[in-house]
């Protein structure tokens, strides 16, 4: 199916998306000042919108009318776990709103409240995003990616005959990239050279381990590649210089959450980009280090404002020469955890871990450790234990998603240690 066609069929089966993407675009071409004039407007509506309609909100910034918007309460990850329902709109309607999970990139499983609309402006700002490589919609994208329901039937990306014959029309394929095996990796490339796609998109150690084999293994890349997105890790310098030896085409850094979907994507000039017509992102000073404070503009649904991300990070002056006229950023050190392998040979994403704890919101915070490679230890701070049941079902997951072999202990602490420099390992494997 060429191109224009698949597009043409995209934009029909997907009405709402095209319609928030011509408008992104449009946003796209607005002025510097025009921009940051959107953001401001955007932001007292959300702002105004929480306090008359969000029960969190209008309790928790009462009282504070006219105050400037940077001393505003912060929103933590607790307070999301802990008022789930409050942060939910008022005027929602329950029978039409989802319950999502975060992969728990900062060792804090969350979920959160979404529906369609929030669902198709989030594809909207990721097709825009790769937009900014040169891929035009109809193109085709390779996702590698971890997250259960974006990899079976129902989810995201798909599953099933109609999903499939979705994925021919937005010329979209999603591997599930949680086990490292050789033979994976083989899988993988092999997927690469016979569908011939225009953009991968994935976890940076994903690519990363992908792209060693295919160095090792001397296995060319089809020419229709001309971009790698990585997301949801950091991405390493000597990750992307492997990158780009193995895929022969360009890198791209992405950074968002499932929470708050396309907070910044890097441009072909190498700078990374702050969507500041979907989001307001601050740099604050907290326990040491600079660390964003996300808000969503567009969420009215769940807002997030003066969110605690847990990443760390700076806002940049200047301006990119691309033209583009959203402000840039910089990522800290974050988001940096360990492979788990297996005694048959397997090495396992952190993601693969994350997604056993989906909908365990009792669960404030958590660390998976290697201790041997047959062993792990699961350290929680939690309300309450878990059940006998849960804990049964946990190790019968880890058995048949992990290792047949693999034993898990369970520790329960009141707090969990950070790195020297301040950071939350929620996996971690043997050296």
Known sequence: MIPALRHW???????????????????QALSRDEVLEKQRRDLAGIVAHAVAKVPYYTARFAGLEGAAFRNL?????????????????????????????????TGKPLAFWYDEAKHELMRAGMM???????????????????????????????????AHLGDLIAAEKTIAAVEYSEAKLHEWARAIQTW????LYGYASAMSELARYILASRLPMPESLIGVYSTAEMLADSQRELMQQAYA??????????????????????????????????????????????????????????????????????????????????????????????????TLHPSCFNRLLYGMTQIRQYQWVQTEIGRLTLNLVAEAPLSAATLSSLRDRLRQEVDAEMRLEVNYLDDIPRTAAGKHRFVIGLK
Request: aromatic letters at 8%; a positive charge.
């Open 128 to 162: 825009r995003g790769f937009m900014m490589s040169g891929w035009r919609p109809g193109q085709k994208v390779m996702y590698f990616w971890g997250a259960r329901h974006d990899t079976v039937k129902g989810g995201v990306f798909g599953g099933g005959w109609g």
């Open 73 to 105: 309460p912060i929103l933590s990850k607790e307070d999301v776990s802990s008022r789930l329902d409050d942060l939910l709109a008022r005027d929602a309607d329950r029978a039409q709103v989802k319950l999502g999970h975060t992969g728990g990139s």
């Open 249 to 346: 085409c360009k890198v791209f850094n992405q950074y968002g959450c499932r929470e708050v979907p396309n907070i910044a994507w890097e441009c072909r000039h190498g700078h990374m980009h702050v969507f500041a017509d979907l989001v307001h992102l601050e740099s604050v000073a907290i326990e040491g280090e600079d660390r964003f404070l996300v808000t969503s503009l567009s969420n009215r649904l769940m807002p997030f404002i003066r969110y605690d991300i847990g990443d760390s990070g700076r806002l940049l002056d200047g301006e990119c020469e691309c033209g583009s006229p959203f402000p840039l950023m910089e990522m800290g050190m974050c988001r940096q955890n360990d492979l788990i392998r297996t005694r048959a040979g397997k």
């Open 9 to 27: 069929l995209h934009a029909r089966r997907h009405p709402l998306r095209y319609t928030q993407l011509d408008q992104l675009l449009r946003n």
């Open 196 to 199: 011939r796609p225009t953009l």
